[in-house]
């Protein structure tokens, strides 16, 4: 009936070092790279972003 006592804190704790173990990968990814990478990703996202732009609909009416 009664499941693993855990301490709240610990609890919280080991969640925000996990938040920031994500964090920190997630910084290496994007500031860890080559000039050359981070031009050829920025070239990318601007031609997915043209391209985005490209399909979107006009509609007569604005909200």
Same mark, same amino acid.
């Given at each position: 009936?009664?499941?693993?006592?855990?301490?709240?804190?610990?609890?919280?704790? @080991? &969640?925000? #070092? %996990? $938040?920031?173990? /994500?964090?920190? @990968? &997630?910084? #290496? %990814? $994007?500031?860890? /790279?080559?000039? @050359?990478?981070?031009?050829?990703?920025?070239?990318?996202?601007?031609?997915?972003?043209?391209?985005?732009?490209?399909?979107?609909?006009?509609?007569?009416?604005?909200?």
């Amino acid at each position: 009936m009664a499941g693993e006592v855990v301490n709240l804190r610990v609890a919280r704790k @080991a &969640a925000e #070092r %996990a $938040a920031k173990d /994500r964090e920190a @990968a &997630a910084n #290496r %990814a $994007a500031h860890g /790279r080559s000039k @050359a990478q981070r031009q050829r990703d920025a070239e990318s996202e601007r031609r997915r972003n043209a391209l985005l732009d490209g399909a979107r609909r006009e509609d007569s009416e604005a909200p």
